[in-house]
């Protein structure tokens, strides 16, 4: 079978980098083409994260204590109030109430000497200040899944569609106080578990779903009433991710290493 290429043009193109790219990343022009430019294509590591998720059904009058701690007001507010330690409660709006737990790794510290008023006398790291979250449905006598994507942005307690983001983030208003990326801790919330009360961090490691749009996206329901969620979470600032800088396998497993060994001293 004959080339529609010349020999040589073959020959000068099979010892280009721009070949050498393509043949390592096992992938076609074609392909290539459609990449988005700003999508990291390099390895990554994965660290798995808890997710919880809590369904209120319409009608449910189960009452709840809301816990809001230091961060639940937006700039220029004062601090909500904390509830009466004997308060009735109300019920909560239906829907899917998700929450997640950072890796144990990042809610770790060691008490320090540190200037007054420093806001991280534990030196715990800074954790993820962004999330997106993927709603999966399989819609009743469909063919293809319903995929529904939003951004928490847990530095300033945003929630932004995905298709609208980052380009609406900055007329969305904010349901909590802005942080820092890198002041954003395990610590910062005004209490070592902040993280873990659903209501210290909506926008930030929790968000409710009211599944509102169902009827819409889905007018014959769907398959088994059930819906999944996809959570990931990454640092807007790649210096403030402790793996960003291990870029081989070697120097991967001597990071590993040096957080296991803090983690463990700690």
Same mark, same amino acid.
């Not at 430019?37 to 319409?58: E, G, T």
């Given at each position: 079978?004959? =080339?529609?290429?010349?020999?040589?043009?073959?020959?000068?193109?099979?010892?280009?980098?721009?070949?050498?790219?393509?043949?390592?990343?096992?992938?076609?022009?074609?392909?290539?083409?459609?990449?988005?430019?700003?999508?990291?294509?390099?390895?990554?590591?994965?660290?798995?994260?808890?997710?919880?998720?809590?369904? %209120?059904?319409?009608?449910?009058?189960?009452?709840?204590?809301?816990?809001?701690?230091?961060?639940?007001?937006?700039?220029?507010?004062?601090?909500?109030?904390?509830?009466?330690?004997?308060?009735?409660?109300?019920?909560? @709006?239906?829907?899917?109430?998700?929450?997640?737990?950072?890796?144990?790794?990042?809610?770790?510290?060691?008490?320090?000497?540190?200037?007054?008023?420093?806001?991280?006398?534990?030196?715990?790291?800074?954790?993820?200040?962004?999330?997106? %979250?993927?709603?999966?449905?399989?819609?009743?006598?469909?063919?293809?899944?319903?995929?529904?994507?939003?951004?928490?942005?847990?530095?300033?307690?945003?929630?932004?569609?995905?298709?609208?983001?980052?380009?609406?983030?900055?007329?969305?208003?904010?349901?909590?106080?802005?942080?820092?990326?890198?002041?954003?801790?395990?610590?910062?919330?005004? =209490?070592?578990?902040?993280?873990?009360?659903?209501?210290?961090?909506?926008?930030?490691?929790?968000?409710?779903?009211?599944?509102?749009?169902?009827?819409?996206?889905?007018?014959?329901?769907?398959?088994?009433?059930?819906?999944?969620?996809?959570?990931?979470?990454?640092?807007?600032?790649?210096?403030?991710?402790?793996?960003?800088?291990? @870029?081989?396998?070697?120097?991967?497993?001597?990071?590993?290493?040096?957080?296991?060994?803090?983690?463990?001293?700690?």
């Amino acid at each position: 079978m004959s =080339s529609q290429f010349p020999p040589d043009a073959v020959k000068k193109a099979m010892i280009s980098p721009r070949w050498s790219g393509l043949v390592r990343l096992d992938t076609s022009v074609d392909a290539l083409a459609r990449w988005d430019p700003l999508l990291l294509r390099h390895s990554r590591v994965l660290v798995p994260v808890d997710v919880q998720a809590l369904y %209120v059904a319409q009608g449910d009058t189960t009452p709840f204590v809301r816990l809001p701690l230091g961060l639940t007001t937006p700039d220029g507010q004062p601090p909500e109030n904390m509830p009466d330690p004997m308060a009735d409660g109300v019920k909560r @709006e239906p829907g899917v109430y998700l929450q997640w737990a950072p890796p144990d790794a990042l809610l770790r510290g060691t008490l320090q000497s540190v200037p007054d008023a420093s806001s991280n006398r534990l030196g715990m790291p800074p954790l993820p200040d962004r999330w997106v %979250v993927l709603r999966i449905l399989a819609p009743l006598h469909g063919t293809v899944p319903i995929v529904t994507g939003l951004v928490l942005e847990a530095d300033t307690a945003k929630m932004v569609p995905l298709d609208k983001w980052p380009a609406a983030s900055a007329a969305t208003p904010a349901s909590g106080k802005t942080i820092a990326k890198d002041q954003l801790t395990g610590a910062i919330g005004g =209490s070592v578990n902040w993280t873990g009360i659903y209501d210290a961090g909506v926008n930030r490691f929790a968000f409710h779903d009211p599944l509102t749009d169902l009827p819409t996206l889905a007018p014959n329901g769907v398959v088994d009433d059930q819906a999944s969620y996809l959570v990931a979470g990454w640092w807007s600032d790649p210096k403030l991710d402790p793996l960003d800088a291990a @870029e081989t396998a070697a120097s991967l497993a001597s990071t590993i290493s040096d957080v296991a060994c803090s983690s463990m001293s700690a």
